[in-house]
């Protein structure tokens, strides 16, 4: 019997030997679990975009199945706490130890760049789901980004205030490279247009104070103040905006939808009706696939998604869509290849993974705050189809 079974396991042994080894390779891999590693801020201030892409992420995998081309979807959760050592050791961990077929998430710019080196190195896909300096994909051939640019969704309330009897602005955005990015396209735009920058202000990152900046923009006396802050600052300010009387100043607030988030929108109150802004997405968009998105969402979560979920929502599917391009196979290079080019209605709207840059297509709209159903929310009026990054238009 001892015999009949060690035969058995040569026979075994010597057939998967035969097997092409390509076959092996795939059937190897289809037994493995897919691994996406999520390196997100779930606490400290930028806590709200690691909860609501981490939602989102769930919420994608509930909708679509667990497994994909025979291999069953592992997402693995780290809290970088928005620190960027944290960012690249966690990277590293995931990468050497876990085995990671995918890196994700990054919710701010520095975070991304501490990781685009491991990436390369490694030849891991990195999709980004929030950082959005524009630099941001230039620097690895493995990144691929699904949240959107600073210039690209400045440009549209750049061009509305020019059109809008704004002739003198003042900008204030936070201290760091997205913040940058902001300001410079506003001010080249709006000046283009024929308008004036009377001064320009930048606050810090983190925990920052804005009553002295609010403060120069009242001396300043512009017919309206550009703001940037990242997702998870507006309530904060808007409370300080109102606190220094500046809603009743007569100069008009404008700004990117970050500031307006959908996150803290409600907590804001009347001073947050009438703000204009643009942005990509807003929970208010009126799509089929939207409605749905926002209805599955908040019946999962209890709270409302913003743009960080639908970033973190479409970058499941470019994930996911990849691996199924490739049959399961994955691989860091082929994986990458069928990420590019992708073409699909997201819940914001028609959007376009760029083969060339690997950066995101997609409509910027224009919005204002009003109250629906007893609720705040971004309604968009206006719209510009298929924005790339202004800087990636060549």
């Known amino acids: 019997m001892h015999k009949r079974t060690a035969l058995r396991h040569l026979a075994a042994a010597g057939l998967a030997s035969s097997l092409p080894l390509a076959f092996q390779s795939t059937a190897f891999a289809q037994a493995k679990p897919f691994k996406i590693g999520f390196i997100l801020p779930m606490t400290g201030q930028s806590a709200s975009t690691g909860r609501q892409i981490e939602a989102a992420a769930k919420l994608y995998l509930a909708q679509n199945g667990a497994t994909v081309a025979g291999r069953k979807i592992e997402l693995i959760i780290k809290d970088d706490a928005g620190v960027a050592d944290a960012t690249r050791r966690i990277a590293q961990e995931l990468v050497v130890s876990d085995k990671v077929d995918v890196l994700a998430g990054f919710g701010l710019t520095p975070l991304a760049l501490a990781t685009a080196p491991i990436a390369t190195q490694s030849k891991t896909p990195m999709v980004v789901t929030a950082a959005a300096t524009s630099i941001v994909t230039e620097q690895s051939p493995y990144i691929v980004r699904t949240s959107f640019t600073l210039p690209q969704v400045t440009l549209g309330i750049a061009e509305w205030a020019s059109k809008n009897q704004i002739k003198r602005a003042v900008t204030l955005v936070a201290d760091y490279a997205p913040g940058i990015d902001a300001e410079k396209t506003f001010k080249d735009r709006f000046k283009l247009n024929g308008g004036e920058v009377i001064g320009e ?18 001396d300043l006396s512009p017919d309206a103040v550009f703001v940037f802050l990242p997702s998870g600052q507006g309530a904060a300010f808007m ?17 990117t939808g970050d500031v307006t988030d ?6 804001m109150g009347d001073v947050a009706l009438n703000i204009v802004s643009s942005h990509h997405y807003s929970a208010s968009h009126p799509s089929a696939v939207n409605k749905k998105f926002v209805e599955a969402f908040q019946a999962a979560n209890k709270f409302r998604p913003n743009f960080m979920a639908v970033a973190g929502y479409d970058g499941m599917r470019v994930i996911t869509k990849a691996l199924e391009a490739t049959k399961g196979a994955g691989g860091g290079d082929a994986l990458l290849a069928a990420m590019k080019g992708q073409v699909f209605e997201s819940p914001r709207g028609p959007v376009l993974i760029d083969a060339q840059t690997r950066d995101i297509v997609q409509d910027v709209y224009i919005r204002r705050v009003a109250r629906v159903n007893g609720q705040l929310f971004n309604e968009e009026f206006d719209v510009q189809k298929a924005v790339k990054d202004p800087g990636k238009t060549k």
């Open 201 to 218: 202000i930048r606050s810090p990152l983190r925990n920052p104070d804005f009553a002295p900046f609010l403060q120069k923009v009242r």
């Open 239 to 255: 409370k300080q905006f109102a606190e220094r009387g500046l809603d009743k100043s007569g100069i008009r607030l404008i700004c």
């Open 262 to 267: 959908d996150d803290q929108l409600n907590d």
